[in-house]
């Protein structure tokens, strides 16, 4: 475990489910941030928080609502999904990038939770 | 916005011999970060290792060593003595200094062959 926990590691909704996923970091990081992975493609930025306030937002459809209560969780709402919608969602924490510190770059990544959208 | 691209789809090594995988980047910008990670099966993304720009030395940590050409925008990933856990997805990314958004290529997986 790298400190960023991801839950489920596995779900499988309807298109007309409404479904959350969790991320929590123990790394003192204040940044967190939303990533979809699917098959052959690069990793897609979907949302970044910092110190607690949404920065990125990028094109992003209104069927994936993120919440971020605290700079420690972040969480992913789902509702009305697609089938295309079915990918590797990862979740990633770091120091903001206004830190200068050594690791302020560097994402720490969960492992991941699959999501299938029948 | 800045773009990544992993041309190598997939990769294959004899253990113990050494692999180059390949990254190009597309920027604007004069300082920046470069990142390799590694996905293995299990599917958690690590880092690898990790360049600044505005350093002309080449990162390398153990086994791996990057070959940084700023002016190409290139940034090369080496794995020497190839063992057989270094087989997963490598990725390389691009993040500015400015922001917090981190791009990302789309992959190259690395095959270690006993």
């Known amino acids: 475990e790298t400190g960023v926990t991801q839950t489920p590691r596995h779900l499988v909704m309807g298109m007309t489910n409404k479904k959350s996923l969790k991320c929590e970091q123990h790394l003192g990081h204040n940044a967190m941030y939303w990533y979809k992975q699917s098959a052959k493609k690069p990793l897609e930025l979907m949302f970044v928080y910092s110190l607690e306030e949404r920065v990125e937002n990028n094109s992003v459809p209104s069927r994936f609502s993120p919440e971020c209560p605290n700079s420690s969780h972040l969480f992913l709402h789902l509702h009305t999904l697609q089938p295309e919608d079915s990918a590797l969602y990862l979740c990633a924490s770091s120091q903001d990038s206004a830190s200068h510190s050594s690791g302020a770059n560097v994402l720490t990544f969960g492992a991941g939770s699959r999501l299938t959208v029948l | 916005a800045q773009t990544v691209t992993q041309s190598q789809p997939e990769m294959s090594v004899q253990e113990a011999e050494t692999v180059t995988l390949s990254c190009t980047y597309d920027t604007s910008e004069s300082d920046y970060y470069l990142f390799w990670y590694k996905q293995p099966p299990s599917r958690q993304m690590i880092l690898v290792i990790r360049?600044?720009?505005?350093?002309?030395q080449n990162a390398t940590e153990n086994r791996f060593s990057v070959n940084f050409q700023k002016a190409a925008k290139s940034f090369s990933l080496k794995i020497s003595d190839s063992q057989l856990g270094d087989a997963a997805m490598y990725f390389c990314a691009y993040r500015s200094l400015y922001n917090n958004d981190m791009r990302f290529g789309a992959g190259t997986r690395l095959t270690v062959k006993p």
């Open positions: 360049q600044e720009a505005y350093k002309q």
